[in-house]
């Protein structure tokens, strides 16, 4: 089954202890997102990558770091991170990148956060 | 600043009645305007998505259109269904790479039997 699969789905944890959400794909797709979603502010992009070892910041990248080793997978990284990270946090894949294209975008099933 | 704003912000409606959800945005020039649907605590779904060149897009009862023009687009919704309620996003794509995706705050609907 065709899929974007995140680890965990639910995390609490305290500011400053690392930590790492993993995201994988299996469809081959060379475009991978990751997203945080707040009540009332919508979705907002992190971070993205185009393809293997390609990376570039989104709408807010502060407080996140990511590598695309491996086509497949995409970890969001938070260093140290703050209450003000908690939040609803979506990893997604598309074959190639959005802009200039209509390709589809697939949407993990999410992974909710919250730092205290 | 590229914006897209959605309206309604809540919606209710019975089960069996059509609705229309509207998307206004700024974000010029664009690629693709797209439609999601998304149901409470999973992610986003697409349902459409439409390029600057199309005035509309249907996907089974849900039925896009965009005047870019004026920069809007609306979401048809027709013979609701109890499993239609969730958030609808619209999201605008910016025609040249680099530029951030923008995302609406939604519109969440609601259908009662």
């Known amino acids: 089954e065709a899929q974007v699969t995140q680890n965990p789905r639910y995390l609490i944890t305290v500011t400053g202890k690392k930590l790492t959400v993993t995201c994988s794909q299996n469809m081959n797709h060379e475009y991978m997102s990751w997203y945080r979603q707040d009540p009332g502010l919508g979705l907002r992009q992190i971070y993205y990558s185009m393809n293997v070892e390609v990376t570039d910041k989104g709408d807010v990248p502060e407080g996140y770091k990511v590598s695309r080793k491996e086509k497949r997978n995409f970890p969001l990284i938070l260093e140290s991170p703050s209450p003000n990270q908690t939040s609803l946090y979506f990893c997604?894949?598309?074959?190639?990148?959005?802009?200039?294209?209509?390709?589809?975008?697939?949407f993990g099933p999410g992974t909710r956060l919250t730092v205290t | 600043k590229n914006q897209v704003e959605q309206s309604p912000q809540s919606l209710i409606i019975l089960e069996g009645k059509n609705c229309t959800l509207q998307?206004?945005?700024?974000?010029?020039?664009?690629?693709?305007l797209r439609w999601y649907k998304q149901d409470t605590g999973r992610g986003p779904v697409s349902l459409t998505i439409m390029t600057f060149s199309e005035n509309t897009k249907s996907n089974g009862r849900y039925t896009a259109t965009l005047d870019a023009d004026t920069k809007q687009s609306s979401l048809h919704i027709t013979a609701s269904q109890l499993s239609d309620s969730a958030s609808y996003i619209c999201v605008v794509i910016p025609y040249n790479y680099g530029q951030n995706f923008v995302f609406g705050p939604g519109t969440r609907l609601s259908v009662l039997p």
């Open positions: 998307c206004n945005y700024t974000v010029s020039p664009f690629s693709n």
């Open positions: 997604a894949s598309s074959l190639r990148g959005l802009a200039g294209t209509a390709y589809e975008q697939y």
